[in-house]
């Protein structure tokens, strides 16, 4: 056994520690082997060189990220902790890159080493699966991405599909015509536009339909050029839709797939087409696979208990 004396270099304990401890209760069961004592900007430890030696690895990268942020919240501390190479995903916290500038200034970025693997994705590949739970924004950074790509003028327009699958409600008994019909499924598109452009800018791109939103059933015997796509809510295709989809792709354009494999609403009898192209297009050159997880999750911090609780039940 033997005793190590670790240093804070200047973060302030109460940042490190957490609020009542917390991150340091958490640092504590993770290394159960070791003998951790905390005493002002000391922490005294005591274990196994080996274990000694990655309790250091994971210390140095979160003293690193506290004393660039100030700061240290749950999600980052959860990817520092839990990381193989901490020092490598502190590296991918500590970058500051700025998707693009929302209304009135709002700086709209990645929060997550899983988003910023798909900022990187989607910068190498022209088609990118960004999969994961609910709130890990998958899909609003794929729509803050299509907007920097038509700001940069790098595509003519934005074009955003769903699968109009019911979720347990009857589309038929909405009242209203088609479009009226259909918009409550692609609201969270328009809430994720209204976040990144200006509403007479947005209105204007509507109306001229540089940017499209509409049911993946419109997207049949088209061809997208010069275009960045995103299907939404992939998990509800079927895999004669996903094939429809994936062959619109014409010449410069640029694909993101979202979606949940935990939250399909097809029929028992029918396949998701996310699971099907995922085993079927992994590993070709200019498709990216991102894979997002409870870490990811951004919304309320119930939610990423919440989707936990039901991953060990299934």
């Known amino acids: 056994m033997t005793e190590r004396v670790f240093e804070l270099n200047g973060a302030e304990p109460a940042q490190l520690y957490g609020p009542s401890n917390t991150f340091l209760k958490q640092i504590g069961a993770h290394f159960p082997t070791l003998k951790i004592v905390a005493r002002g900007h000391a922490i005294k430890v005591l274990g196994a060189d080996d274990v000694l030696d990655e309790f250091e690895d994971k210390l140095e990268a979160i003293l690193a990220y506290v004393n660039v942020n100030?700061?240290?919240?749950?999600?980052?501390?959860?990817?520092?902790?839990?990381?193989?190479?901490?020092?490598?995903?502190?590296?991918?916290?500590?970058?500051?890159?700025?998707?693009?500038?929302?209304?009135?200034g709002k700086i709209i970025k990645a929060k997550t080493v899983n988003q910023y693997k798909l900022i990187e994705a989607s910068v190498e590949n022209d088609l990118v699966f960004a999969v994961g739970p609910a709130g890990t924004g998958k899909t609003y950074t794929a729509v803050a991405l299509a907007v920097r790509a038509l700001k940069n003028r790098e595509v003519r327009r934005i074009i955003m599909t769903r699968p109009a699958v019911e979720a347990g409600e009857n589309l038929g008994f909405l009242p209203g015509d088609l479009k009226e019909k259909l918009d409550p499924y692609l609201q969270p598109l328009y809430d994720?536009?209204?976040?990144?452009?200006?509403?007479?800018?947005?209105?204007?791109?509507?109306?001229?339909?540089?940017?499209?939103?509409?049911?993946l059933a419109f997207m049949r015997g088209r061809t997208l050029d010069d275009a960045f796509v995103i299907l939404d809510e992939s998990q509800n295709t079927t895999t004669s839709q996903m094939k429809?989809?994936?062959?619109?792709?014409?010449?410069?354009?640029?694909?993101?797939?979202?979606?949940?494999?935990?939250?399909?609403?097809?029929?028992?009898?029918?396949?998701?087409?996310?699971k099907e192209a995922l085993s079927k297009l992994e590993g070709l050159k200019g498709i990216g696979i991102v894979k997002l997880d409870g870490r990811d999750v951004i919304r309320h911090p119930l939610v990423k208990q919440i989707i936990k609780a039901y991953e060990q039940k299934d």
């Not at 797939?257 to 087409?273: E, F, V």
């Open 70 to 104: 100030k700061t240290l919240d749950q999600r980052a501390f959860d990817h520092l902790i839990q990381a193989q190479d901490a020092a490598k995903v502190n590296h991918t916290l500590l970058k500051d890159e700025i998707i693009l500038h929302g209304p009135n």
């Open 192 to 215: 994720a536009l209204r976040d990144m452009l200006p509403k007479e800018k947005l209105e204007y791109f509507l109306e001229n339909k540089t940017i499209e939103i509409a049911p």
């Open 244 to 274: 429809m989809f994936l062959t619109r792709m014409g010449e410069n354009a640029r694909f993101i797939i979202t979606g949940d494999a935990s939250q399909i609403d097809l029929p028992k009898h029918q396949k998701s087409g996310l």
